[in-house]
């Protein structure tokens, strides 16, 4: 499990003219792919998902259950319902083709009892485990033992469907959980699986007492199905209006095809199943064979109305999928519960026996708001600030948002969200109970929590506003759009313009004409007056034409009196100030002349004479004095141009077919990228007798039409059409002649930029033409494929490509040098996308090969080469043999054997009948690897023979050669060895005999040698410590060391002294002067020594110096010689350290063991004098330090000296 962060791209702008590049690049600086979205992986695909008001997010995936915090960034805890410690799925599980019900081992995820009082949150779970059972858990922990279980409660079936709700009913007020599944399944696979008991073998819908202990059935608890109505599959559970409704549809689990309409079920919300009736739901408008899958429920409870997702059938390779195969239809409750009938169409009852009489009434849904799209998958619906908003999931990986207006009617539907991979999104979209600016997208294996707007792709107040996004609003102290949680001072309701205020309650900078000789400039729309402040600059001079302060409760105005030498001013400035924001504009007045209508003329700032009907500079007046005060008095005659690309489709319907038939036959290609395409070709018949032509795409229904003009009509039955940018969706194509009807071409894919996954194999040889093959999605839209070097540039290569793979062959480096990297990349439109590296390595070198015929009618060639990194594959690689005067063969690839020196190729040639004569006549072998062409002389067989037969005999004879050498050489060693041993053992004995008697000596004659202990005092003790060779420094500190004045300091020593207390600066100092090439050993001791002198008197601080200063030549010594350290007096903290321990010991040592030591000292000096000593080097015989002993004694004489 991790979590990632992504980020989805909006529908780009669509361009007059087809521009790929701009569109893509308008497509990466839009904000509606989040940058924030934490992402939760799990080890399987996810079965359900549950979020609680109190406890976090509940998924279930495999066998296992896992609670998550609201960010998804930690997981609280996990419970392995099947094995411990495993996730894994007992049976494994293949994603059906959609829209085809998914399987899943986790049926039911219900938080419940939330928020009741003096009660705990419970979580119902069901899983397939043990015959579909069930359980429930406190919310707050789930690995504390289930509280109640009970089994067969859900479908034991993975594929089986489970919809529960669990509600309070009764004089007990008692909780229970109503459950409608798919207790058996027509396969007789499955029949193994589990078992379900006898009762539930025509059971639709069960009630079951969660309180009780085993989850039991009551007597009156089971609607059971009617006999031959075949498997219902229940999407949801629901309780409205004191009933409980499921949304199901009749479904062949063997054929994938549904049997019957959609439906909606309907019992009491009692303590006992009472069936009140079914009616079916049609959604089947836009499509011939109607839509009798459903994929996704949710209730808008509070807008009475259900939403859901209904699809037609695609086929099992989507080959029936079209851009009307899925539609989000909306039904009102009231009409549902009106028309649901108590008949025995699906279900039994007791007044009629089953499929007799009256079917289920049809339910038509709102047709306003009614959306076909291609692939949808899910739904949840809400309502904001009274807008209903619907998210909707589709196949492909988006997250839609639809906000329905006036009478419920849907607007084209946002993309705020785009799964990188495109995984389907799962069937149930789950908001965040504490933050309502948030939903959980599942897909796949991975949980997202997604924002539910982009809030901040709107850049100006009007467009926030208009945009009519209940989630949005203007924030003034931001001055941008945002969540109303997101901006600063919400609570301040004139600090946040929602939309119902409107674009007219933006604020915006007005300049208008107040009066003859007067211009104001001022502000207008929502906002508070309070503490404002207004200024009007000229940008060329920086000079200020105005400055003012506001009124209370009134907006700050700013007058500019009408002067002649203010007509200049062609630039200013004018910010509004208001404490925590400020809005500022700039107006340019130096084309107000060439203005000639007055909406734009007073738009700019600019003043509208209305006798003169031409527009002038604000600060001059017009002649005659009139003027426009503001642009709603402007007349408005404006028409909106189409926009570039899609113009309004013509609404005519003039046909010339009796004059002439235009024939269309098919559209290539049929998959485009979401850049668009500007060479998409139409065949069919008589184009050159048309004048006008012009393409219709139509994708979601409430979206508007793309109209496209033909680009160029190439002949009688072909013509081109360039295709403008859109997000990805699925189209249907139709083509108008001369302004008739539109002849239906088919369908158009809108499909994401492709993906490369894996380039296989990375490396080739330099000579190219091995085939390489690319690994992705989408690769049937790209344009050609480009290899990227840096010497050649781009080379384009011929590919082969359908939608996962792409295949070309690696072209020539040749030229180049022996080892080099290209990038591979993928052009689509003037797009280059980077799809990896090829590596490009020296050419393979073959070094011989063999034949061997072990029957007469087949060959084996076995032809070596060097090991290498190069992947060949059969198709790589071709191989004949040439044998006798002019004979060849092709000898068929078989495999290839990498050894320790080097890799076989093995190839045979069969169906041949004299295969030792070929053999024996065989002269060499052609190798053709791709562009590289090689031919391969054979091994010399007779010398490999006679290398095998000697060298055994040769092993031998060195062997025993080793043998007698090593016996005769270990016997003479013994005998050395016991010679020395005892030479050495009979001079030991001697030494220590005389060593003994030389060391002798009375306790007597060290006393009476002792003498007086000549102890120092402290000053004198300190500086032969601190300077033990420099002699000339003592007289220096003449005053006692003890007893300093605090007082008696000039500045400079103060100054000094902070510096030195400064522990960092100390630190930097030290290290500073040991980088020093200069500053010697001898130097270091000094400074060591002067720095212990000033410092004596604050040991503390001298002792978290040392400390630093020593874990500091740790790291030094850390990857040298550790044991080196501190053996040397070479740095400023060892002499430090030494300093340091004398001054802490001089008063220990002169109280406790200054004596015992001195007798120690006295005597060790004994025993040197008492041996030899040379006079010369001064080494002794006796001594302790190994740099003065006296190794060698010679023969020496005792010498008397006289005086």
Not at 106 to 111: N, Q, T, V, W
């Amino acid at each position: 499990m991790e979590v990632s962060r992504r980020k989805a791209p909006p529908r780009p702008p669509r361009p007059a003219a087809p521009l790929p590049l701009l569109a893509y690049l308008l497509a990466l600086a839009a904000p509606s792919r989040g940058a924030d979205e934490p992402v939760w992986r799990s080890e399987q695909a996810i079965g359900a998902i549950a979020a609680s008001r109190e406890d976090g997010v509940f998924v279930a995936s495999g066998s296992c259950l896992d609670q998550l915090d609201y960010s998804l960034e930690h997981s609280l805890s996990r419970l392995y319902r099947d094995q411990a410690g495993n996730c894994t799925e007992p049976v494994s599980l293949a994603p059906p083709a959609r829209p085809r019900p998914g399987s899943s081992f986790s049926k039911l995820l219900l938080p419940y009892r939330e928020g009741a009082a003096g009660l705990g949150g419970l979580l119902l779970t069901g899983w397939t485990f043990d015959r579909g059972a069930c359980e429930v858990r406190p919310l707050g922990n789930l690995s504390r033992s289930s509280l109640r279980n009970g089994t067969e409660v859900v479908s034991c079936h993975p594929q089986g469907s489970t919809a529960g709700v669990v509600y309070r009913a009764g004089l007990n007020n008692r909780w229970y959980l109503a459950v409608a599944a798919t207790y058996v399944l027509p396969e007789p696979e499955t029949a193994s699986r589990c078992n379900p008991a006898a009762s539930d073998h025509d059971t639709a819908i069960a009630l079951k007492d969660t309180e009780g202990r085993s989850l039991a059935t009551q007597e009156l608890g089971r609607l059971k199905l009617c006999e031959g109505a075949g498997s219902l599959h229940f999407v949801d559970a629901f309780l409205w209006n004191g009933s409980i409704y499921f949304p199901y549809y009749p479904y062949n689990y063997t054929s994938g095809a549904a049997t019957g309409w959609p439906s909606m079920a309907r019992i009491a919300q009692s303590t006992e199943v009472l069936f009140q009736g079914q009616a079916s739901l049609d959604c089947g408008h836009g499509h011939p064979d109607g839509r009798r899958l459903l994929l996704s429920s949710s209730l808008v409870e509070a807008l009475d109305v259900w939403a859901g997702v209904f699809s037609a059938a695609a086929g099992e390779g989507q080959e029936r999928r079209s851009p009307t195969t899925t539609a989000l239809c909306l039904f009102r409750m009231s009409e549902i519960q009106a028309r649901a009938k108590r008949v025995s169409w699906d279900f039994k009852t007791a007044e009629s026996h089953c499929k007799e009489g009256d079917q289920p009434e049809r339910v038509q849904p709102i047709a306003s708001s009614t959306l076909i799209h291609s692939d949808l998958t899910s739904v949840y619906g809400t309502v904001v600030m009274n807008r209903t908003v619907l998210f909707l999931g589709t196949g492909d990986g988006q997250l839609l948002k639809v906000i329905l207006g006036e009478n419920l009617t849907s607007n084209c539907p946002e993309v705020i969200y785009e799964i990188k991979e495109e995984t389907p999104v799962f069937y149930k979209l789950v908001p965040d109970p504490v933050k309502n600016i948030y939903i959980y997208l599942t897909a796949g294996k991975e949980v997202r929590r997604i924002r539910v707007a982009n809030c901040n792709k709107h850049k100006s107040c009007s467009e926030c506003l208009t945009a009519t996004d209940p989630h949005c609003g203007w924030c003034h102290s931001l001055q941008r759009c945002t969540f109303q949680g997101d901006c600063v001072h919400s609570e301040n309701l004139e600090n946040w313009l929602d939309i119902s205020s409107g674009a007219k309650k933006c604020p915006k900078i007005q300049i208008i004409r107040s009066s003859k000789d007067k211009t104001t400039v001022t502000m207008v729309g929502s906002f508070s007056p309070r503490h404002s402040k207004c200024m009007v600059k000229n940008v060329d001079s920086s000079r200020e034409l105005c400055q003012n302060k506001s009124q209370p409760n009134r907006t700050c105005t700013c007058s500019i009196p009408t002067r002649a030498t203010y007509k200049d001013v062609s630039v200013v400035n004018v910010m509004f100030s208001f404490g925590s924001w400020n809005l500022s504009d700039r107006f340019n007045f130096t084309n107000c002349s060439s203005l000639k209508e007055c909406p734009a003329c007073v738009e700019t700032g600019c003043a509208w004479c209305k006798s003169a009907r031409r527009c002038i500079h604000p600060f001059t007046a017009c002649d005659p004095s009139d003027y426009e005060r503001n642009q709603e008095q402007c007349p408005v005659a404006v028409e909106k141009t189409s926009e570039g690309g899609r113009t309004k489709e013509n609404k005519g319907n003039r046909t010339n077919q009796a004059l002439q038939v235009f024939y269309i036959k098919s559209i290539e290609p049929q998959k485009v990228s979401t850049l668009g395409k500007s060479n998409v070709i139409v065949t069919g018949a008589n184009f050159t007798q048309a004048s006008n032509i012009t393409m219709i795409l139509k994708g979601t229904s409430t979206c508007d039409k793309d109209v496209i003009q033909v680009s160029h009509v190439l002949n009688d039955t072909h013509m081109k059409f360039s295709l403008p940018s859109s997000r990805k969706e699925m189209k249907d194509v139709c083509i108008q002649f001369d302004g008739g009807n539109c002849s239906s071409v088919g369908s158009l894919s809108y499909i994401a930029l492709p993906h490369c996954s894996l380039i296989f194999p990375a490396t080739t040889w330099i000579s190219g033409g091995q085939n390489i093959t690319m690994m992705g999605r989408n690769f049937d839209v790209i344009d050609n494929l480009i290899i990227s070097h840096e010497l050649k540039g781009n080379i384009n290569v011929s590919e082969y490509c359908v939608a996962t793979y792409c295949g070309f062959l690696a072209p020539s480096l040749k030229s180049s040098k022996v080892r080099t990297n290209v990038t591979v990349k993928l052009r689509v439109q003037d797009t280059y996308l980077d799809c990896g590296t090829l590596q490009y390595r020296e050419d393979p070198r073959f070094t011989g090969y063999r034949v061997e015929s072990e029957v007469d009618t087949e060959l084996e060639v076995k032809i070596q080469k060097e090991n290498d990194n190069f992947n060949i594959s059969k198709k790589d690689i071709e191989i004949t043999l040439f044998h006798g005067e002019n004979g060849q063969l092709n000898c068929s690839f078989e495999n290839i054997t990498r050894n320790q020196d080097l890799t076989t190729i093995l190839c045979k040639i069969k169906g041949i009948k004299t295969a030792s004569t070929i053999a024996n006549s065989s002269k060499k072998v052609r190798v053709k690897l791709g562009n590289l062409e090689l031919y391969v002389e054979q091994e010399s067989v007779p010398s490999t023979w006679y290398f095998l037969i000697v060298l055994p005999v040769l092993l031998v004879i060195v062997i025993f050669a080793a043998v007698g050498v090593t016996r005769h050489k270990s016997k003479e060693l013994s005998r050395k060895q016991s010679q020395q041993l005892e030479l050495l053992e009979s001079e030991l004995r001697k030494e220590i005999r005389d060593g003994f008697a030389e060391l002798q000596m009375d306790k007597l004659d060290v006393v009476d040698s002792f003498g007086t202990v000549p102890f120092l005092d402290y000053k004198h003790f300190a500086l032969r410590t601190f300077f033990p060779e420099s002699g000339g420094f003592t007289h220096i500190f003449t005053e006692d060391m003890h007893n300093r004045d605090a007082n008696d300091k000039n500045e400079s020593l103060t100054a000094l002294d902070a510096l030195i207390c400064n522990k960092s600066f100390l630190v930097t100092v030290i290290h500073t002067l040991e980088k020093q090439k200069n500053f010697s050993v001898k130097d270091r001791c000094l400074f060591a020594s002067f720095l212990t002198i000033a410092l004596q008197t604050k040991l503390v601080y001298l002792t978290s110096i040392l400390e630093v200063l020593t874990r500091d030549l740790m790291e030094q010594c850390s990857n040298m010689q550790p044991k080196l350290m501190l053996r040397r007096t070479e740095s400023v903290v060892e002499k430090l350290l030494t300093n340091w321990m004398s001054v802490c010991l001089s008063g220990f040592l002169r109280e406790t063991v200054g004596e015992p030591f001195y007798l120690l000292v006295t005597t060790l000096n004994q025993k040197i004098n008492k041996g030899p000593v040379d006079v010369i080097t001064c080494k002794a015989l006796y001594t302790l330090n190994e740099d003065w002993l006296l190794w060698q004694v010679p023969e020496f004489s005792t010498v008397v000296c006289f005086q």
